[in-house]
C-alpha cells in the first residue's frame, strides 16, 4: 500500500513548520512541489527553501508538477470549481501511480494549514474513491495565514468570549457587521472591505505574511481603507501577484 502525507508547511516563513512537519518530510521517499504562475513561482521557491532546509534524508525525490488552471467561462462557481477539482484529482491520480512505486510515501507541501480554504484533503479523497491507486494518507496540521496575520499585528483573534466568521470577499456582505461583530476575510479579489460602511468597524489587514515582503497595516476603516487599497496595488503591480488577510472588527472587549 502507498502512503501519501498532507503536510502544512506555514504560509511563507521558512520558521513556521512544525517538527512533526519536519519529521514527516523526512519520511516521504517523493516531496510533491505545485509549481506555474507568477505567485506559484515564489510559493514553489518558499517549499524548495523548506525542503533544502529540513529534509536531511539523501534519497528523497522532489517532483514539481503543473497545477491544473480553474476554467470559468460559461460555468457557475460550483460547476468550475468542482471541475477543477475532478483535474487536480487526475493530476495527483498520475503523480501516485507514475511516481511512488509500492509501500513508498508521497508528501503534498500544503500552504498554511490544510484545512483552512484549502482542497487537497477533498482531493485526495477523490483520488481514493477512483479506486485505480489504493493508498493510506495522513494530515500534519501548519500555522494558517490567520495566525500569522493575528501574530503580526499582536492582536488576539475574538473579543472576549465572543465568535468569529471566517470568509471570504465575495461572501463578506451578508456576515460583517450585522451577522458578526469579527470576521476574517480571505480569498478576497475585490477588496470587499472597501463596501463596508460602518463608523466603528477597525481592520487589520497584511499580505505576503511570514515572507520578505510582509506588509501590515491597521486601523479605523473609514480612516485607513483607501490607504490599503492603494499600498495594495502598488504591491500587486510591483511583485506580479499578492495574497492577502484581514480581519474586520467592532466593539471591545467586555462589552455586551
Ligand atoms: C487558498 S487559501 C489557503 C489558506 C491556507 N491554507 C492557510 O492556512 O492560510 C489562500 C488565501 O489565504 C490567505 N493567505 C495565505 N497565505 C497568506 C500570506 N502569506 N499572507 C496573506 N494572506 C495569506 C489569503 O487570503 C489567500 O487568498
Known sequence: MKNVLIVGIGTGNPEHITIQA????????????????EAKAQLADIR?????R??????????????????????????????????IAE???????????DAETGAFLVWGDPMLYDSTIRI????????????????????????ALAASHRIPLNLVGKPVEITTGRRL????????????VMLDGEQAFMKIEDP????????????????????????????????????RARHGWIMDIYLLQKGRDFEE
Open 22 to 37: 519536519v519529521n514527516a518530510l523526512n519520511r516521504a521517499d517523493v516531496l510533491f512541489v505545485p509549481t506555474k504562475g
Open 48 to 52: 524548495r527553501d523548506i525542503v533544502s
Open 54 to 87: 529540513y529534509v536531511t534524508r539523501p534519497q528523497s525525490r522532489v517532483v514539481e508538477f503543473a497545477v491544473p488552471v480553474r476554467q470559468t467561462a460559461e460555468r457557475s462557481y460550483h460547476q468550475s470549481v468542482d471541475q477543477w477539482h475532478a483535474a
Open 91 to 101: 493530476a495527483y491520480q498520475r503523480l501516485l501511480l507514475e511516481e511512488l512505486k
Open 124 to 147: 485526495i479523497e477523490r483520488v481514493r474513491a477512483l479506486e485505480t491507486v489504493p493508498f493510506d494518507y495522513s494530515v500534519i496540521p501548519g500555522i494558517t495565514s490567520i495566525q
Open 173 to 184: 456582505a451578508e456576515s460583517f457587521p450585522e451577522k458578526t461583530g469579527t470576521a476574517v
Open 200 to 235: 466603528d468597524a477597525r481592520i487589520y489587514w497584511g499580505a505576503y505574511l511570514g515572507t520578505a515582503q510582509e506588509i501590515v497595516m491597521s486601523g479605523r476603516l473609514a480612516d485607513v481603507k483607501d490607504e490599503i487599497l492603494k499600498t495594495r496595488a502598488e504591491a
